[in-house]
Each structure stands twice: as structure tokens, then as C-alpha cells.
């Protein structure tokens, strides 16, 4: 299995910034796409940003040019980096990995328990 846990939520005020990190552990064999949905109350789960192994990546139009996703292979982890932030980033941020454990033959999704950001206006 792989385990995933985030850290680096809170309080902010709009405009302020804030980093995330994420870190898989487990059996781990290979991740290829890590990256940060958030969901907001009374609403679905959606894409923040994604990173390949390789580096490619992809932002939600809302936040393009505010956020930015990075990723260390060597530790398995990845990192969102908010700035500038609104009232309406406030959400349950959560890690993905697409990942292969040493028993499997395949990928799957596997997710973080999820870290509060809160920006207040």
C-alpha cells in the first residue's frame, strides 16, 4: 500500500501564500502522476494541479499563474506552492499519486487524508 500525508494548511489572509507538501511512503515500485484536488463545502472534489514523473504539468484556469506544482522523485513528495490567494481557494486541499506498489502489477490512484486551507477576505 501507499500511504500519503500532507502538511503545511491553515489561515492565511487574501493575497497571503502558503506551501503544501505531500509525502508518499509505503511499498512504493514507481509513482508517475502526482498532484492537488481541493473540495469545497457543498461541493465536487476538482483539479488543482498535476505533475507527470517527467515534469509536465497542468493547473486549473483558476489558478494558473498563482499556484504552482513541484515534485522531488527522490523523496516522493510533492509541493504546491499558493500565492496570492482568495476567499474562494478556501477548500479541503488533497494529494494523488498514481502509483504502483512492489505486489502489483498495476497503477492506482491512491489519496491523502486531505489539509485544510482557509483564506479570509
Known amino acids: 500500500q501507499v500511504q500519503l500525508v500532507e502538511s503545511g494548511g491553515g489561515l492565511v489572509q487574501a493575497g497571503g501564500s502558503l506551501r503544501l507538501s505531500c509525502i508518499a511512503s509505503?511499498?512504493?515500485?514507481?509513482?508517475?502522476?502526482m498532484g492537488w484536488y481541493r473540495q469545497a463545502p457543498g461541493k465536487q472534489r476538482e483539479l488543482v494541479a498535476q505533475i507527470t514523473s517527467g515534469g509536465s504539468t497542468n493547473y486549473a484556469d483558476s489558478v494558473k499563474g498563482r499556484f504552482t506544482i513541484s515534485r522531488d522523485n527522490a523523496k516522493n513528495t510533492v509541493y504546491l506552492q499558493m500565492n496570492s490567494l482568495k476567499p474562494e481557494d478556501t477548500a479541503v486541499y488533497y494529494c494523488?499519486?498514481?502509483?504502483?506498489?512492489?505486489?502489483?502489477?498495476?497503477?492506482?490512484?491512491?489519496w491523502g487524508q486531505g489539509t485544510q486551507v482557509t483564506v479570509s477576505s
Open positions: 509505503g511499498s512504493i515500485f514507481s509513482i508517475d502522476a
Open positions: 494523488n499519486a498514481q502509483a504502483q506498489t512492489r505486489s502489483s502489477i498495476s497503477t492506482r490512484g491512491y
